[in-house]
């Protein structure tokens, strides 16, 4: 959690909408009312960088 919280606010919204609240990448589209391939898009991007974050923490233990 403490690595989602170091995300820009649209991403971590992305990642809160997917993968807590469960929602379809056609309900996430309606509630941040953008397009489904602009919400495909955010979250490829958003996992990304929560993995890249992931592995610099480890790195600088």
Not at 2 to 25: C, D, G, M, T
Not at 46 to 59: F, G, R, V, W, Y
């Amino acid at each position: 959690m403490q690595h989602i919280k170091k995300l820009q606010p649209h991403y971590k919204e992305i990642i809160h909408l997917r993968f807590f609240k469960e929602l379809s990448y056609k309900e996430i589209a309606k509630v941040i009312d953008e397009p489904v391939n602009n919400v495909k898009v955010k979250l490829l991007r958003a996992k990304k960088l929560l993995a890249e974050e992931i592995k610099n923490s480890t790195q600088e233990r």
